[in-house]
C-alpha cells in the first residue's frame, strides 16, 4: 500500500511538472486564441506568433483558432470550465460581464509603459470597467459608405469627405437622387442592426445609455438618439431609396447588388474594402466615403478588437510581454493591413501605408481621430439586451412594422428591466 502511495504521489509531480505553463521540465506554454479570420490576418498573426517563438524559447505560444460567430459563448463556457486560453482575442463590447464576472485578469500595473501610452485614452477607455483594464484595444473599424463612383458621376452629386462630409438630411436627399425603377441609392445590410445603430448615433449626439451619479445604467431614448435610426426607416418605408429585403442580411450579401448597379451606396465596416476589392467585377470603379456626419460632426462609436489575458492565466507578466510584442507599432501596423483595419496606435497610424488613397486607406485613417467608445462599452448585460430587447426592436422598427414611439417604449421599458438584473 506504502509504495502504491508513493508511486501515486510521483506521477502526479511528474504530471505537474510536464503540464503547459510550468517552468519544470520546458518552456512555459501560453495558449493564444486568435479570431483572426481573413487570409491575410491570419497569416500576419501566425508570422508573428513564429517570430516570437523563434526569439522566445523560454516561453512558448500555442496558436488557437477561435471564431467570431461563438466567441461569446465559447469563452463563457471556458472559462466557467477553467479551460480559457491563457491570452484572449476578443472586441471589447463583450468584456464587460468577463471583467466584471471575475475571468479577467486586471492589467493595470501589468502594461509596459510603451504600450500604455501608445494608444489613446480613448481608446483605453473601451477596456477600462470600474478601475481596471481587462484588456489591450489594438484594431478599430469605422463605418464608412462604399460607393459606387460612376453613379455618383453620372448623378453629379457632391462627393462628400471627411472635411466636407454629408449631414444626414443631404446623404438621405442623395440617395433619393440615386434611385430609379429598380434601383436604390443605398441599402442598409442591418442583420445585427444595434451596434450599427448606436455607433452612428454618436454623430447626432445620440448615447442611449445614461449613468446616473450612483453607477448605474438607464437607457434613456432622445431625439438625438433617433435621428439615425428614422433616416434608416425613412429611406426604406417613405422614399424608398433602400430595400426592405436587405435589412436582414449581412454586409456581404449586398456586394453582388452593389456590383450589378442595384445599389449605388452601402454603409460598411471598414474592413469590407477587402472582400470589394478581391470580388469586385474589372471595371467596377468604386471609393470610400465618410459616413455622414450630425450634429457632433463626423463622431462614431466603435468597440476595438482586443487582446486580454485570463484571470486563471498563471504567468500573467509572460503573457503581457507577448501582447507587447504583437503590438510593437510595426507589428500592430502588420495586423491593421492583415484585417484591414486601422490600428489604435498613434505612431502606427503614422505609417505611410495606411495613408494611400488606393483602397480608401486615406479616408478611414482621416476619421481616426473622430472615433470614441461605443455608447454599451461598459454596461453590464448588454449582450442580452442587445439580443433579446434591442435587436427584435430595431428589426421591426426598420421593416415598419412598429412605430418610433414604440422603439423608444421597448428599448427604454423593456431595456431598462434586463439591465435592472446585473446593476443589484
Known amino acids: 500500500m506504502r509504495t502504491l502511495a508513493k508511486a501515486l504521489v510521483l506521477l502526479l509531480l511528474l504530471a505537474g511538472c510536464s503540464a503547459p505553463g510550468h517552468r519544470d521540465g520546458g518552456p512555459i506554454t501560453l495558449r493564444f486564441q486568435s479570431l483572426a479570420w ?216 449586398t456586394l453582388p447588388g452593389l456590383f450589378a448597379g442595384r445599389y449605388a451606396m452601402v454603409p460598411l465596416g471598414f474592413s469590407y474594402r477587402q472582400q470589394i476589392a478581391q470580388q469586385a467585377p474589372k471595371g467596377f470603379r468604386w471609393q470610400v466615403l465618410p459616413a455622414p456626419a450630425g450634429a457632433d460632426g463626423l463622431v462614431q462609436g466603435v468597440s476595438p478588437q482586443t487582446l486580454s489575458v485570463a484571470a486563471a492565466c498563471p504567468h500573467k507578466k509572460e503573457a503581457v510581454a507577448f501582447v507587447d510584442f504583437l503590438l510593437r507599432p510595426e507589428n500592430m501596423v502588420r495586423l491593421a493591413l492583415g484585417d484591414w483595419m486601422l490600428p489604435t496606435g498613434t505612431e502606427a497610424l503614422k505609417d505611410p501605408a495606411l495613408h494611400t488613397r488606393e483602397n480608401g486607406w486615406a479616408t478611414g485613417t482621416a476619421l481616426a481621430a473622430r472615433l470614441r467608445p461605443a455608447p454599451a462599452q461598459s454596461v453590464r448585460g448588454y449582450p442580452e439586451w442587445k439580443d433579446k430587447v434591442a435587436t427584435p426592436a430595431f428589426q421591426e422598427y426598420y421593416s415598419g412594422a412598429i412605430g418610433l414611439g414604440e422603439l423608444r417604449g421597448r428599448l427604454e421599458k423593456d431595456g431598462n428591466l434586463v439591465l435592472a438584473r446585473y446593476q443589484r
Open 38 to 253: 481573413q487570409q491575410e490576418s491570419v497569416a500576419a498573426v501566425k508570422d508573428l506568433v513564429k517570430e516570437w517563438n523563434a526569439t522566445h524559447p523560454d516561453v512558448r505560444v500555442e496558436y488557437v483558432q477561435g471564431s467570431w460567430d461563438s466567441v461569446h459563448d465559447q469563452l463563457l463556457t471556458a472559462f466557467e470550465g477553467g479551460e480559457a486560453p491563457d491570452v484572449v482575442h476578443d472586441a471589447s463590447d463583450d468584456l464587460a460581464d468577463f471583467a466584471y464576472g471575475g475571468h479577467l485578469a486586471d492589467l493595470t500595473g501589468l502594461l509596459p509603459a510603451r504600450l500604455k501610452s501608445g494608444i489613446p485614452p480613448s481608446s483605453w477607455r473601451t477596456t477600462t470597467f470600474g478601475h481596471g483594464v481587462y484588456g489591450v484595444p489594438f484594431l478599430q473599424e469605422p463605418r464608412v459608405l462604399i460607393a459606387d463612383a460612376a453613379r455618383l458621376r453620372a448623378a453629379k452629386v457632391r462627393v462628400p469627405t471627411p472635411e466636407r462630409p454629408w449631414s444626414w438630411t443631404e446623404f438621405r436627399q442623395v440617395a433619393k437622387r440615386l434611385s430609379g425603377p429598380g434601383r436604390y441609392g443605398v441599402a442598409w445590410p442591418l442583420k445585427e442592426p444595434v451596434s450599427a445603430t448606436l455607433n452612428l448615433s454618436l454623430s447626432a449626439g445620440g448615447g442611449l445609455f445614461h449613468r446616473d451619479a450612483d453607477g448605474k445604467v438607464a437607457v434613456r431614448f432622445t431625439a438625438a438618439d433617433a435621428v439615425v435610426p428614422r433616416t434608416i426607416h425613412d429611406q426604406v418605408a417613405v422614399d424608398h431609396s433602400a430595400p426592405a429585403s436587405t435589412l436582414g442580411s449581412g454586409g456581404s450579401d
